[in-house]
T-cell receptor, first 111, second 113 residues
Framework: QKEVEQDPGPLSVPEGAIVSLNCTYS??????FMWYRQYSRKGPELLMY????GNKEDGRFTAQVDKSSKYISLFIRDSQPSDSATYLC???????????FGTGTRLTVIP | DAGVTQSPTHLIKTRGQQVTLRCSPK?????VSWYQQALGQGPQFIFQ???????QRGNFPDRFSGHQFPNYSSELNVNALLLGDSALYLC????????????FGEGSWLTVV
């Protein structure tokens, strides 16, 4: 069983739609949860970072963590064509030196 | 403030050759990690360096080795290249040895032919 599972998509939505991206994980020891955005042929860019259950909001982005279900989500409101990218979830243990990444979900926002 | 910088950006090597990739961490960061990202996959952890020592290693063979210099920059070396080593190699840095917020460079694209 992989540490992190993520639906690879691809996902296409019209501009202005609400996007929901999800990951599940297997190990309850994981305490740190991140979302990265990766444009084609570029390095991943950190979007959101949280270490507790609940919601964290930053502009149009909301990260949600449910530790009881081992489920994390990223919501994008009022999606824009510039949001078209691959979104990677990443999870780490407390004090761990490595992150486990999902395979990434490829998102296209259609104008 | 420069972010994480990597070189070279692209390179092509022949099977069996050796390659060295370089990374300069973000200013103020002293911990460097290397990840391999195959096409269509998420990054996979190779190893991490802190205080010039390898602190943790992922599931990669000994053909993958590294080094960290006193100025915190780092190198990734891969010997006896295989076709399957073709990937984007990402360097990431963070401040201090604890915490998990890491910042990635743009990566080095390695093609093995």
């Amino acid at each position: 069983q992989k540490e992190v599972e993520q639906d690879p998509g691809p996902l296409s939505v019209p501009e202005g739609a609400i996007v929901s991206l999800n990951c599940t994980y297997s190990n309850s020891a994981f305490q740190y949860f991140m979302w990265y955005r990766q444009y084609s042929r570029k390095g991943p860019e950190l979007l959101m970072y949280t270490y507790s259950s609940g919601n964290k909001e930053d502009g149009r982005f909301t990260a949600q963590v449910d530790k009881s279900s081992k489920y994390i989500s990223l919501f994008i409101r009022d999606s824009q064509p510039s949001d078209s990218a691959t979104y990677l979830c990443a999870i780490g243990e407390t004090g761990a030196n490595n992150l486990f990444f999902g395979t990434g979900t490829r998102l296209t926002v259609i104008p | 403030d420069a972010g994480v910088t990597q070189s070279p950006t692209h390179l092509i090597k022949t099977r069996g050759q050796q390659v060295t990739l370089r990374c300069s961490p973000k200013s103020g960061h002293d911990t460097v990690s290397w990840y391999q990202q195959a096409l269509g996959q998420g990054p996979q952890f190779i190893f991490q360096y802190y205080e010039e020592e390898e602190r943790q290693r992922g599931n990669f063979p000994d053909r993958f080795s590294g080094h960290q210099f006193p100025n915190y920059s780092s190198e990734l070396n891969v010997n006896a290249l295989l076709l399957g080593d073709s990937a984007l190699y990402l360097c990431a840095s963070r401040p201090g040895h604890s915490g998990n917020t890491i910042y990635f460079g743009e990566g080095s694209w390695l093609t093995v032919v």
